[in-house]
């Protein structure tokens, strides 16, 4: 008796102990608002000048992003380049026809299942803005608070999310586009090469203008192509409340074809797609010196990532691809 009580007592205070650690755990798991807040502040500040690729404002952002990825856990994608081996680069000719260095930042989290690590994820969104532009009230840097670093610092967000929980059976890469501003020039550049690579890419989802949420809407989100895929179907299935919704005026404007996703499914023909809030009636300071990072709602932006967290988390752990374009 004496030694089934004492085998009793030990199992209770390991059961105490893993449930208290798992709690920890899921506590600090969650996606935080004062985290994307430091992100967007300085990505945003004017010390950047607006992020304009090639400019000196980017090569600091890119620099940042890496300390983050290092901070987080998460490796670098490609090989060879010591510590810039996060660097994506490529070159890009300005309107007077200079080269300039663009630079796409990618980080890489292994699956952690031995089969379904070699097909990927891709997360990602774009860190390059406008830079300088003409001055309103004297001011004359384009912050690019909504457009683009609140998207920049949810594919952060969720690089530390998996990097702690470990969650991912596939591979996720993490990627931070630069020149989108410019043409879609850096999405464009990964996209060939990781096909070229025959990348086994499984879906891509691209954040792009989170900070501020819609009006009147039912859906807290809405998808580039939702006609195109089932990916807003099986999101709100395992969210189980309307996140994604359709936005009219996101095909009007063919939206699908204007943001970083686009490449990925002209190279791999897989469900590739934006989830914004921009709705074209809920924020005025598009491409303007006012897109500034006070202006954000970042208690919105961590609502919106958490709820979005467990369909990523699912579609990175299912045995076969559910996803899929309708055409």
């Keep these: 008796m004496m030694i089934y009580k004492y085998s009793m007592v030990v199992m209770l205070l390991l059961f105490s102990c893993n449930t208290s650690k798992e709690v920890k755990q899921n506590t600090n798991s969650e996606i935080k608002a004062d985290y994307l807040k430091k992100v967007v502040n300085y990505l945003a500040s004017d010390e950047l000048k607006g992020r304009d690729t090639g400019s000196e404002g980017i090569k600091k952002a890119a620099d940042f992003i890496i300390e983050e990825f290092k901070a987080i856990g998460v490796s670098p994608y490609f090989d060879g380049l010591g510590v810039n081996s996060y660097l994506n680069p490529f070159e890009v000719k300005n309107k007077n026809g200079n080269t300039l260095n663009g630079y796409n930042v990618v980080g890489y989290l292994e699956g952690t299942d031995k089969t379904l690590k070699n097909e990927f994820i891709i997360l990602g969104a774009h ?31 969720m690089a530390k999310y998996f990097a702690e929980t470990k969650s991912n059976k596939r591979s996720i890469l993490f990627v931070l586009f630069s020149a989108e501003e410019k043409g879609l020039l850096g999405s464009k550049h990964l996209s060939a090469q990781l096909k070229n690579k025959n990348l086994n890419l499984y879906a891509m989802i691209n954040f792009e203008m989170i900070g501020v949420p819609m009006k009147n809407r039912s859906y807290k989100a809405y998808i580039s192509g939702y006609e195109l895929s089932n990916m807003a179907d099986h999101i709100n299935s395992v969210t189980k409340v309307e996140t994604i919704g359709l936005l009219p005026k996101a095909k009007a404007f063919n939206l699908f074809k204007r943001s970083d996703n686009y490449p990925f499914y002209e190279d791999f023909k897989v469900p590739a797609q934006t989830i914004s809030t921009f709705d074209f009636e809920n924020y005025d300071y598009y491409h303007h010196v006012d897109d500034e990072p006070e202006l954000m709602d970042y208690n919105f932006m961590a609502s919106l990532l958490n709820e979005l967290k467990p369909a990523i988390v699912h579609f990175s752990n299912t045995p076969t691809k559910e996803l899929k374009m309708y055409e």
């Excluded at 912050?143 to 952060?156: P, Q």
């Design 127 to 157: 860190y390059d803005h406008i830079g300088e532009i003409a001055a309103v009230n004297g001011d004359v840097i384009a912050n690019g608070a909504n457009d683009n670093a609140v998207g920049s610092s949810a594919v952060l967000a």
